[in-house]
């Protein structure tokens, strides 16, 4: 039986006392979403399109663990959480153990290239690929692989989204809907100057075509 409802505002409170990564590499985009961006995610998928509970979630490209970790908080069955770097996961585990979820998670060390099987949703947050052009299409490509439904955050605009439509099409998918949101996050690099930057970016719900 499901438990009763959590309330969103408490989803936010549990994100942010999760543990970010200590030193964050510029080259993975490694950017913390924000607890409040999470969870506005993590609710749409869960209560709008009944895509987490009870569900086998897998988080491409995972960092620590947001995504995941809210996505067993709110009833995934399982929750499988992949990444390259090493301590990434490592504070990932870390930080399911103290969200009381490491029971129903595992947590991967690997390229999502490698990562088999299937799942009911991917849930991720894949880099945009200003760093390393193409990074993200990847992540969209293996997530249809991977499941029937997807939820990915890619960075804003026009001509991003026709680009993204298009790309996805292509791999067999099409876009049932798309989430304007805005990721504010503090200074994190030596490159950065301003004491925090907004960007705007787009939530993509992907289907697999039958």
Partial sequence: MQRKMLQKHRLEIILSELKPHP???????????????ASEILYLAAYMYRDIVGKTVFDLGCGTGRLGIGAAILEAKEIVGVDVDAL????????????????????????????????????????????????????????????????????????NREFIKRFVERCGGSVAGIFQMKLVIPPMFAFHRKTKYSVDVDLYRIVKRK
């Fill in 23 to 37: 030193s964050p590499k510029a080259y993975l985009e490694q950017y913390t979403i924000p607890s409040e961006v």
């Fill in 88 to 159: 990434a996961v490592e504070v990932a585990k870390k930080n399911a153990e103290m969200a009381g979820v490491h029971n129903v998670s595992a947590w991967i060390v690997g390229d999502i290239d490698a990562i088999c099987g299937s799942c009911d949703t991917v849930i991720q947050n894949p880099p945009f690929g200003v760093r390393q052009r193409t990074a993200d299409r990847r992540f969209i490509k293996k997530a249809l692989e991977l499941s029937e439904v997807a939820y990915s955050i890619h960075k804003g605009g026009a001509t």
